[in-house]
């Protein structure tokens, strides 16, 4: 079992940028799928992009956008957010499970087994 703690959520500019990072402890991430997810006040727990040995899906309202990107010398996934939206905001939560294509984590987050507590982005002028 994987433990995830999330940082660099905050408070950005419309057109600015955020890089989250993933901090993983328990296991060597590369065995693991690794999502990033969003969720908005009042909405639904979202897909934003997820990674497994170099293979990426991203939801199409980020592609071109944002990047993820996972170290596994140092155990951490990354999210670099770049041109950010007001529609970017929520809370943002790191998660992880093994033998989960990138496509299904993107589509079922309950596919996701291990899940860090989350990390507060706002996108605003």
């Known amino acids: 079992q994987l433990q995830l703690v999330e940082s660099g959520g905050a408070f950005a500019q419309p057109g600015g940028s955020l890089r989250l990072s993933c901090a993983a402890s328990?296991?060597?991430?590369?065995?693991?799928?690794i999502g990033w997810f969003r969720q908005a006040p009042g909405k639904e727990r979202q897909g934003v992009a997820c990674?497994?040995?170099?293979?990426?899906k991203y939801t199409d309202s980020v592609k071109g956008r944002f990047s993820i990107s996972r170290d596994i010398a140092k155990n951490m996934e990354y999210l670099q957010m770049n041109s950010l939206k007001p529609e970017d905001s929520g809370v943002y939560y790191c998660?992880?499970?093994?033998?989960?294509?990138?496509?299904?984590?993107?589509?079922?987050?309950?596919?996701?087994?291990?899940w860090g507590k989350g990390t507060r982005v706002i996108v605003s002028s």
């Open positions: 328990g296991s060597p991430l590369e065995d693991y799928t």
């Open positions: 990674e497994y040995y170099r293979t990426t």
């Open positions: 998660a992880a499970a093994k033998h989960v294509p990138v496509s299904d984590c993107i589509a079922y987050s309950n596919a996701m087994f291990d």
